[in-house]
């Protein structure tokens, strides 16, 4: 079973940044994807950054230019660097990490799970 840790959520003002990190118990490498999404209360959960086996990224529309997903296998962790937040950012983040992704799938309908992370952006 593998396990997903997220850190680095926490309350920020308008404007400022958060990193946030997910750490597997195994090795990322062999996930064919891995990524971050988010749920604010009262809507559905959306896609903020996935980045692909190969290291293609791709980004929510709401997050494009600010946000960045990136991973380092050697400590099977991946990495949200989160810019310029705005208040409606405001979730709870969570990571996934889908060891049997393939192209003509939606990214985050299956694999695994972390017990996500709040980011709260005040005005």
């Known amino acids: 079973q593998v396990q997903l840790v997220e850190s680095g959520g926490g309350l920020v003002q308008s404007g400022g940044s958060l990193r946030l990190s997910c750490a597997a118990s195994?090795?990322?490498?062999?996930?064919?994807?891995m990524g971050w999404y988010r749920q604010a209360p009262g809507k559905r959960r959306e896609m903020v950054a996935a980045?692909?086996?190969?290291?293609?990224?791709a980004y929510g529309d709401a997050v494009k230019g600010r946000f960045t997903i990136s991973r380092d296998n050697a400590k099977n962790t991946v990495y949200l660097q989160m810019n310029n937040l705005k208040p409606e950012d405001t979730a709870v983040y969570y990571c996934?990490?889908?060891?049997?992704?393939?192209?003509?799938?939606?990214?985050?309908?299956?694999?695994?799970w972390g017990q996500g992370t709040q980011v709260t952006v005040s005005s």
């Open positions: 980045i692909i086996k190969i290291g293609s990224t």
């Open positions: 996934n990490a889908d060891p049997a992704w393939e192209p003509i799938l939606p990214l985050g309908r299956g694999g695994y």
């Open positions: 195994g090795s990322i490498s062999s996930f064919n994807a």
